[in-house]
T-cell receptor
């Protein structure tokens, strides 16, 4: 079945550090890939998505490129801020009739000022 | 824009008790979901519904029932709360159908069983 793997469970960085959170997926065809962010006390909210090979999604300085060859959608940001502290989820949608979504286990990012 | 409202925000139950969580959405979305969120385990699908009165089991449906009596509402019942259980339950909705639509989440119900 379809699945999403996030390598890092927890990440701690200092402000202005470079961020990479790794996401690999397993799915047939061309799933749509997503990054969601969840702040404390809130539900996850969409950061951005990409739906075809080599497409780059981006928002708020975060970006990820859909790579079908390596089945990856790694999240990157050049310079993190304390306000970026949150849980980040990689997800995919497999385009079945009911639009099911598969989420990774999440990565908790803590940015130290 | 729309909103997903989950009630209650906090729920404290006793072991063996039946507990019901409620969710309302005003997006007019067809598909609704219930996810369980545990630290280190991500979001696990309990039930989803593609239309009114439809129910589909997710990977974690054992121990839960669900009900979709109206398009705008989707409730989840914990049939017998487990002692020391702690989790956040997230309701979500999406347009449904093929395509790359977004899923929208509520703020969650935090369950504690004593």
């Amino acid at each position: 079945g379809d699945s999403v793997t996030q390598t890092e469970g927890q990440v701690a960085l200092s402000e202005e550090d470079f961020l990479t959170i790794h996401c690999n997926y397993s799915a047939s065809g061309y799933p749509t890939l997503f990054w969601y962010v969840q702040y404390p006390g809130e539900g996850p909210q969409l950061l951005f998505r990409a739906s075809r090979d080599k497409e780059k999604g981006s928002s708020r300085g975060f970006e990820a490129t859909y790579d079908k060859g390596t089945t990856s959608f790694h999240l990157r940001k050049a310079s993190v801020q304390e306000s970026d502290s949150a849980v980040y989820y990689c997800a995919l949608s497999d385009h079945t009739g009911y639009q099911n979504f598969y989420f990774g286990k999440g990565t908790s990012l803590t940015v130290i000022p | 824009g729309g909103i997903i409202t989950q009630t209650p925000k906090f729920l404290i139950g006793q072991e063996g008790q039946k507990l019901t969580l409620k969710c309302q959405q005003n997006f007019n979305h067809d598909t609704m979901y219930w996810y369980r969120q545990d630290s280190g385990k991500g979001l696990r699908l309990i039930y989803y519904s593609i239309t009114e009165n439809d129910l589909q089991k997710g990977d974690l449906s054992e121990g839960y029932d669900a009900s979709r009596e109206k398009k705008s509402s989707f409730s989840l019942t914990v049939t017998s709360a487990q002692k020391n259980e702690m989790a956040v339950f997230l309701c979500a909705s999406s347009m449904g159908g093929a395509g790359n639509t977004e899923v929208f989440f509520g703020k969650g119900t935090r369950l504690t069983v004593v």
